[in-house]
T-cell receptor
Framework: DAMVIQNPRYQVTQFGKPVTLSCSQT?????MYWYQQKSSQAPKLLFH???????NEADTPDNFQSRRPNTSFCFLDIRSPGLGDAAMYLC???????????FGPGTRLTVT | GESVGLHLPTLSVQEGDNSIINCAYS??????FIWYKQESGKGPQFIID?????DKRQGQRVTVLLNKTVKHLSLQIAATQPGDSAVYFC???????????FGTGTSLTVIP
């Protein structure tokens, strides 16, 4: 089945230690997104890729970076995680011009 | 650790009754409005969308109403079933770019 896969599902990192979250898709969608979702809150858009073009949200901290080496893969890098970065991180895809986003199951990040 | 989350608005309905979930939006320039369903431990799942030039759109057991005068969106679920228990989010997308912005969710509980 075509899908959006996120690895790992649970990630524990230490305060200040860089961490990378991974997302892959078999849908061949050209748009990929990263969201941060804290407990009982709405997903918050961090940035998205339109093909290779990176689009950062104005309020996304510099601590968050992303890479998209090819259509299928996208990575979220947190350079120096703080306690406030503990959250669920959701990856999603969509086709250009489409309103239907396809979400992965998320990676729950814990910062100790 | 994770910051304390906000309390989601909650709605409890009896199985078989109709549910109405409401959402207020702020951006008059949004092109489309979308409803998502998020079950515990999963990513959001697309339910239905409506273009800003429409007032009503129906899907299978769901109807979305858009009132642009008061910037209000609602999702009606007919004959609510236990499987409908989830958190429901509205989202909006501007008429420029591929971004999606989520509003505050509502937690729906269906009582058997």
């Amino acid at each position: 089945d075509a899908m959006v896969i996120q690895n790992p599902r649970y990630q524990v990192t230490q305060f200040g230690k860089p961490v990378t979250l991974s997302c892959s898709q078999t849908l061949n969608h050209n748009v990929m997104y990263w969201y941060q979702q804290k407990s009982s809150q709405a997903p918050k858009l961090l940035f998205h890729y339109y093909d290779k073009d990176f689009n950062n949200e104005a309020d996304t901290p510099d601590n968050f970076q992303s890479r998209r080496p090819n259509t299928s893969f996208c990575f979220l890098d947190i350079r120096s995680p703080g306690l406030g970065d503990a959250a669920m991180y959701l990856c999603a895809t969509s086709r250009d011009g489409g309103n239907e986003q396809y979400f992965g199951p998320g990676t729950r990040l814990t910062v100790t | 650790g994770e910051s304390v989350g906000l309390h989601l608005p909650t709605l409890s309905v009896q199985e078989g009754d109709n549910s109405i979930i409401n959402c207020a939006y702020s951006n008059s320039a949004s092109d489309y409005f979308i409803w998502y369903k998020q079950e515990s431990g999963k990513g959001p799942q697309f339910i239905i969308d409506i273009r800003s030039n429409m007032d009503k759109r129906q899907g299978q057991r769901v109807t979305v109403l858009l009132n642009k005068t008061v910037k209000h969106l609602s999702l009606q679920i007919a004959a609510t079933q236990p499987g409908d228990s989830a958190v429901y989010f509205c989202a909006e997308t501007p008429n420029t770019g591929n971004q999606f912005y989520f509003g505050t969710g509502t937690s729906l509980t269906v009582i058997p």
